[in-house]
Every structure is written in C-alpha cells, then in structure tokens.
C-alpha cells in the first residue's frame, strides 16, 4: 500500500496499476483536488470530460461514475464516495485565469495549470498533454441558464472517494492552490492519495 500526503498547492503524480483501488481523502475538509488521468501505456488516450458525460445521465460524478479516455474506453471507475457530487466542468485555475477574473494582482499566484505542467515534464509530458480536468471536491452548481458556479465546498474532514484502475493508468494531481474563491474556503489544506490491491 502507498499512502502520500498532498501537502497544501502541491502537485503529485503516480502510475495506479489494473485493478488498484486510489482512495482521495480530503484531510481537512472543503479542499479542491484537481485530477487527471492518462492511459499509461499510451498516454495520448487521456482522460475526456465530453467522453465521460455523454455515457452519464449528470454533469457531476459520483459513484459508479466511469472516467473515459478520448476514446471512450475506460480509464478508472468511482466505485465508492461519501461526498456524493464532484465538478468536471469548472476546469483549472491558472495565472491567465486568475488575472481576468481577480485583477492583475493575482498574476504571480501559483495555481492549478503551472502544477500539472510541473508535474507531467515528469513523465515526459507537456502542455499539448493537459487536457480538462475533474475537480474532486469542488462545488460547481449548474444554473438552468447554464451558468456556471464556484461556491462554498460540500466536503467535510476526512471524507473520501475511491476510484478503481480499469487498466494502469497515470494520475496526476493538483492540490489546488487557489485562494481567490471559495473552492478551498479561501485556505488550501491538506489531500491524501491512498493506493492499495482492489482485492
């Protein structure tokens, strides 16, 4: 068994194998995990929100929930969650994004894109390789006018989700940093990545 504390704005990556089970605690509670996924052996087929909800009848993911690749083949499966409703639409923060919604202040902030790039360069990866990412644990209602929020989170400390690798499968991890809405009720904390057998 691996067991990793994501400390707070970190990133972290890991080769999760067929059949391994990935646990995601939120440690203290009401922190965005930014998530992605690729197929190790051929890390083009990355993980595809448009794969992922066009085989679900809901825009947020729960259990049961199939994470698919650009494909449609499956890459992980939600197959526990005591939260009940995860964001795969609201995408990850980054300086650019920062600034236009917060004010050019905000622009040396680290955040969710700058992590992952770091992160994939490990695996030899790039910027053509980020592809949208699920946001575990981040409130991101959806208005009937389509309209996208980012609210208060709807997680509590030490809550969970596991995830089963449908083949092995690359998962990288930003442990959001961003203070400027409440996604991480403005004070990122800790995650913790739990790797364990599926029997």
């Given at each position: 068994m691996l067991r990793a504390v994501v400390r707070p704005?970190?990133?972290w990556s890991h080769v999760v194998r067929?059949?391994?089970l990935l646990e995601v605690v939120?440690?203290?509670?009401?922190?965005?995990?930014?998530?992605l996924c690729y197929d190790a052996a051929d890390t083009s087929r990355a993980y595809s929100a448009q794969a992922t909800l066009v085989e679900q009848d809901s825009v947020f993911l729960t259990t049961g929930s199939v994470l698919r690749d650009n494909e449609?083949?499956?890459?992980?499966?939600?197959?526990?969650?005591?939260?009940?409703?995860?964001?795969?639409?609201?995408?990850?923060?980054?300086?650019?994004?920062?600034?236009?919604?917060?004010?050019h202040h905000t622009q040396s902030q680290h955040a969710c894109v700058e992590n992952f790039l770091s992160e994939l360069s490990?695996?030899?990866?790039?910027?053509?390789?980020h592809v949208p990412n699920i946001n575990w644990y981040m409130n991101v209602p959806v208005d009937p006018d389509g309209a996208l929020g980012i609210v208060d989170g709807i997680s509590a400390p030490g809550l969970s989700l596991v995830l089963r690798a449908e083949t092995d499968v690359l998962v990288v991890v930003s442990n959001c940093p961003q203070v400027n809405n409440p996604c991480n009720g403005f004070d990122p904390s800790r995650a913790e990545m739990v790797v364990r057998s599926g029997e």
């Open positions: 704005r970190a990133p067929k059949g391994q939120d440690l203290d509670g009401n922190q965005a995990v930014d998530f449609g083949s499956p890459l992980m499966t939600v197959v526990a969650d005591e939260v009940g409703r995860h964001d795969t639409l609201g995408g990850a923060c980054s300086k650019e994004s920062n600034t236009l919604r917060y004010g490990r695996h030899g990866l790039g910027k053509r390789d």
